[in-house]
């Protein structure tokens, strides 16, 4: 079984292969699937207790998941014990931000706008929680989006990623996040653009996940 090296944020970093503490990872997979779940399912026998943090993060195809949930865990009558941690992808860091208006526009709890002024909101929302650390972007559909159809959107106290969703359903767009040097980006393209993949990797021969490396 390859390294999984888990890093925690004041730097430091512990791995959940380890000779020294006797604990082994059993099985490690990728969950995914388009604009709804993306995760890593990561189960490990071990001796001893884990010393986790919630926010302790992996490394996986220069993407960070992240421990937001306090893993699963079985004690053997042997005395060892089995974890299962969830480690999710940065699009989970959009629930935990909820959608507010910023004073342009708004008529109650309502927002008119185009696509483009929609797409600025969800921005500055990630922006107000995570200080310069996502943008949004349409790439070569700028204009589009700019020139779209002004609607009217009931999105007031739904978290981000929920308000991203009924954003892309009404104008018929969908959604991709990428990471790079710590900035994650948004990019938003016509329905369709893209391939959707539903597929569970594992390690192994054949089963498509081979490392998680940092």
Request: hydrophobic letters at 35%.
């Amino acid at each position: 079984m390859e390294q999984v090296i888990v890093h925690k944020n004041n730097g430091s970093t512990y791995l959940l292969n380890s000779r020294e503490y006797a604990r082994a990872v059993i099985s490690n997979s990728h969950k995914v699937q388009f604009e709804n779940y993306d995760y890593i399912e990561t189960k490990v026998r071990s001796t001893q207790k884990i010393d986790f943090s919630i926010r302790d993060y992996i490394i996986y195809a220069n993407n960070t998941y992240r421990l937001n949930q306090l893993p699963e865990i079985i004690r053997y009558a042997d005395g060892t014990f089995e974890y299962t941690f969830i480690f999710e992808s940065v699009k989970y860091d959009l629930i935990n931000v909820i959608f507010l208006l910023n004073g342009n526009s708004a008529k109650g709890d309502e927002y008119t706008g185009t696509l483009y002024n929609f797409a600025e909101l969800i921005s500055y929302n990630l922006n107000r929680v995570y200080p310069n650390e996502w943008q949004v972007s349409f790439g070569s559909y700028r204009t589009s989006a700019e020139n779209s159809d002004i609607e009217t959107l009931l999105l007031t106290g739904n978290n981000c990623l929920a308000a991203l969703k009924t954003i892309c359903e009404t104008y018929k767009f969908e959604f991709v996040i990428s990471e790079n040097n710590g900035i994650k980006t948004i990019t938003l393209r016509p329905e369709n653009t893209g391939k959707i993949y539903s597929h569970l990797f594992k390690y192994g021969k054949g089963n498509g996940l081979y490392q998680i490396q940092r």
